[in-house]
């Protein structure tokens, strides 16, 4: 196996070029090895999610190291193709066995994404473009999510707000409708929703809980964001008319607790189609859903709804019982755009965690079209640093789902996350060259 310390040197040689053509040309020049590509692909290239942020403690042995080139591919394909369990955090500790410390430092900042390159995806591809396989996992854009089996269900990725109705008690002649968890927020209550619910549960007796997605019949995210808000404090109780509940999970109360396990994923969706069939609930809408055989077809699905403008898929596991919160048995798969933006101020936090500290960064296009502030992908260190030095004048890569627009006209970017600092760039991305480059469909109202 070719040298790590030789690799570690790389990384730092790397990151002192400021240069975009520098750092590619550095990149052609002296790291032209077959083996030593891979491994800078792997552990660099984003779309494979290696690093680890909460390593916490690393503990260095050498009483068991990598001792191939071949051994380190199979570790780096378990970690693709695996949920990142405590097991595979030790391997990939004691992959770092046998090197000098000054090289162990380095490879704990690329696993744990603190090492700053300014290398982007784009540009390891430009260099190193058929030097690392494909892996599903890949599709997935996360460490924490397992390759989906197969065969496997494929529900379409709705455009709205989980909504959550818990506690609902049916008897022989009644249902009792508990509370609304929506973002972990207050109480709320529609009318048509409410009874939709109430008609879809008829005669079940015992208590259960709707898992579904809230959406405006016109498909106007921000319209259902605004009804949202407008409830959340007071309770007021609205008709709902221009509102629809698209349920794509029924459990039993004590499943949702975790006290009884409940039926799999497949049962559980042949029992809601036959309450929609039976009963036919006015405002809500029964999530769809196909079972495929591979891959490909999963991908082919879900560009198909990316392209129709919907969010994507989600790939779901047939035989899983259902486990609240985040789960590797629910996989999202959905149009993942990124572009440079210059940050043009911070807000400031109020929440307990970083309460005074930086909030997010207040960032926008080159011809100010787009404005948006992103706080989601800041590291603790990095709220530190840019809390005593505000990173103004900076530009930094975001990730988001789609370019979308307010009533006021002001176009944004729909769930955006810094990936990191450019060092390498003078100017942002303008909004027609994100137009250009966006996949799916953009949520505008009056800019074509």
């Not at 494909?134 to 989980?162: F, M, N, Q, W």
């Not at 970083?354 to 997010?360: E, S, T, Y």
Request: glycine share 8%; hydrophobic share 35%.
């Amino acid at each position: 196996m070719e040298n790590l310390d030789n690799i570690a040197s790389s990384l730092i040689a790397l990151q002192k070029l400021s240069g975009s053509n520098d750092k590619k040309e550095y990149l052609k020049t002296n790291c032209s090895g077959e083996q030593t590509r891979y491994i800078l692909s792997i552990l660099l290239d984003s779309k494979y999610s290696l690093g680890l942020k909460k390593l916490g403690k690393i503990g260095i042995s050498s009483s068991s190291t990598i001792r191939t080139f071949e051994d380190f591919k199979s570790l780096v394909n378990k970690m693709l193709n695996s949920n990142m369990s405590d097991k595979l955090r030790g391997e990939v500790i004691t992959f770092l066995g046998g090197c000098t410390e000054s090289t162990q430092d380095v490879f704990k900042q690329v696993l744990q994404k603190s090492l700053k390159l300014g290398i982007t995806s784009k540009s390891l591809n430009e260099v190193f473009k058929g030097a690392v396989e494909e892996h599903p996992i890949a599709l997935a854009k996360s460490p924490t999510e397992a390759v989906p089996p197969i065969p496997c269900i494929v529900s379409t990725k709705y455009d709205g707000i989980r909504y959550t109705q818990i506690n609902i008690k049916v008897t022989e002649d009644s249902v009792e409708l508990g509370r609304a968890l929506t973002r972990d927020r207050n109480t709320m209550r529609f009318k048509r929703i409410n009874n939709g619910i109430k008609q879809l549960l008829k005669g079940q007796i015992g208590e259960w809980v709707i898992d579904g997605e809230l959406e405006t019949l016109d498909n106007d995210f921000s319209k259902v964001q605004g009804i949202v808000s407008s409830n959340i404090d007071n309770g007021i109780e609205e008709d709902g008319n221009n509102l629809k509940l698209t349920v794509f999970d029924l459990i039993r109360m004590s499943d949702y607790l975790g006290e009884t396990k409940s039926k799999p994923q497949t049962e559980r969706l042949k029992d809601i189609s036959k309450l929609f069939m039976n009963n036919k609930p006015q405002g809500l809408v029964e999530a769809e859903h196909t079972t495929v055989q591979s891959l490909d077809k999963i991908k082919e699905i879900t560009d198909a709804n990316i392209k129709a403008g919907l969010e994507g898929t989600i790939i779901k596991d047939p035989k899983a019982s259902y486990k609240k919160g985040k789960t590797s048995a629910w996989i999202k798969q959905k149009a993942i755009n990124d572009t440079t933006l210059k940050c043009v101020g911070v807000t400031i936090s109020t929440n307990n965690k970083r309460d005074g500290k930086i909030g997010a960064l207040m960032l926008e296009t080159s011809d100010g079209l787009i404005k948006v502030n992103a706080g989601s992908g800041l590291s603790d260190a990095d709220v530190e640093l840019y809390t005593k030095t505000p990173p103004i004048g900076k530009f930094f890569d975001i990730l988001f789902n789609c370019v979308s627009q307010a009533d006021n006209g002001q176009m944004s970017l729909r769930l955006p996350r810094v990936k990191g600092i450019r060092i390498d760039v003078t100017e942002a991305d303008s909004f027609e060259k994100i137009k250009t480059q966006h996949i799916g469909k953009m949520l505008l109202k009056d800019i074509k």
